[in-house]
């Protein structure tokens, strides 16, 4: 069905202190909508908040948050729901991005990409969408996954493995939500210029070498803005769309998966031949990589929400 107007909806979206989820937070309130903001960078956080409310928007209510603590997340919904009511549209945006080569990996890194990218928006879906079934008044849940959600992307393992997961229950829940009038959105960004493509975490690999910072120039080069996929995320809510794609390299190579499957093996295996010949030249030394442990989830978190 979409979403006619999002004019007096109450609207909850993560990572809204930058990128993505801020860009989103605008033209959301731009549009009309009564926006309930949370993020882990609290200063960040803020400035979007003053920044709308500045353009004559609503800010409900803003609240730094750590999505990986449940409780905290549980104890947010629960305040929210007692005072406003179920929200009307969810939308989890918040998450960060590991890459590296499977045997440079350490358990932390899967541990920290999953526990940020896959269990953040599990909580809040669990927190969030019974109360928007028991309202009894439908709503939308929107989810960012990612390009790496649909390809196998070359280095991507850790992250990939959380948005396929995000997928994977968009996918279950886009019929099971169906019965309560709750549409489920999918959003599968490209490249998005915002500072996650500067604190990606590349384990093992010399960001600063003049290959690597060649090759992240060609692909700051050809990514959208944040207000860009900010735009097709309302888009897809107003028109009902399950897939939501954010730029047509994106969505030309999902048909080519789908329906000439040899051509996309061939793709992919040249540009994990591109990467590896990258990688080879800035690969940093074994040691140097188990000497700096990646951070914990919380930690880690205040170089997140930055799509």
Wanted: aromatic share 6%.
């Amino acid at each position: 069905m979409g979403l006619t107007s999002f004019s007096g909806r109450k609207v909850f979206i993560t990572g809204a202190a930058s990128g993505i989820g801020r860009a989103t937070a605008i033209a959301v309130a731009a549009e009309g909508g009564i926006v309930f903001l949370t993020d882990i960078q609290d200063v960040g956080l803020e400035k979007t908040a003053r920044d709308i409310e500045a353009a004559g928007g609503r800010v409900a209510h803003r609240r730094a948050l750590d999505l990986v603590d449940h409780e905290a997340v549980v104890a947010l919904a629960e305040e929210l729901h007692a005072e406003h009511g179920p929200m009307d549209v969810v939308m989890n945006v918040a998450g960060i991005s590991t890459w590296g080569l499977v045997e440079r990996l350490r358990h932390e890194d899967w541990r920290r990409t999953v526990d940020i990218d896959l269990m953040g928006p599990i909580h809040v879906i669990e927190a969030f969408v019974p109360a928007m079934i028991e309202g009894g008044r439908g709503g939308h849940l929107v989810n960012v996954s990612s390009a790496a959600g649909l390809f196998g992307l070359p280095w991507h393992a850790p992250y990939s493995a959380a948005k396929f997961g995000l997928r994977g229950v968009s996918e279950v829940l886009r019929f099971d939500l169906r019965r309560h009038g709750i549409e489920v959105h999918l959003v599968c960004p490209g490249g998005v210029d915002t500072p996650l493509v500067g604190t990606v975490d590349i384990v093992g690999i010399d960001r600063d070498h003049p290959e690597v910072k060649k090759f992240s120039g060609r692909f700051q080069k050809h990514a959208v803005s944040p207000e860009s996929v900010a735009s097709s995320i309302l888009d897809g809510v107003r028109k009902g769309r399950y897939l939501v794609f954010t730029s047509r390299d994106i969505q030309a190579l999902h048909w080519v998966q789908r329906y000439v499957p040899p051509l996309y093996a061939l793709i992919m295996r040249l540009a994990n031949d591109k990467f590896f010949a990258v990688g080879r030249q800035a690969m940093l030394p074994k040691q140097e990589i188990s000497r700096s442990a990646p951070p914990s989830p919380r930690a880690a978190s205040r170089d997140r929400d930055a799509r």
